[in-house]
């Protein structure tokens, strides 16, 4: 439940993140108005049965409706374990390291 934990957490401590970036996560909560000063990268496999790929695309899109920083990497060929290829890709600890919390916040 890592990646709706993700969500959740950030939701739920706006500012707490300098970024973030869910992995296949379910949003449940749906005040993603709150991310809107949070950098969110999005991953999510295309073949997902256990969270299909499409509430990763809900999310994305209420984001990028309210001009939030958002990034979403959809892997055409894999399932629910899209964390493999995330976590071997440098890029994503690149991008971590770009972003700092705002001063005051969380």
């Known amino acids: 439940m890592g990646g709706r934990g993700t969500w959740s957490m950030a939701v739920e401590y ?44 809900e999310a994305v899109d209420a984001l990028t409706k309210i001009g939030a920083d958002v990034k979403f990497t959809v892997y055409p060929e894999a399932g629910h374990d899209s964390w493999t290829e995330t976590y071997n890709n440098p890029e994503l600890y690149d991008w971590f390291l770009q972003h700092k919390r705002k001063a005051g916040i969380g």
């Open 14 to 57: 706006p500012g707490m993140f300098a970024a973030i970036a869910p992995v296949c996560g379910r949003v449940t909560d749906r005040r993603l108005e709150r991310l809107k000063n949070t950098p969110v990268w999005v991953f999510h496999g295309a073949l997902d049965k256990t969270v299909p790929v499409e509430n990763s695309t």
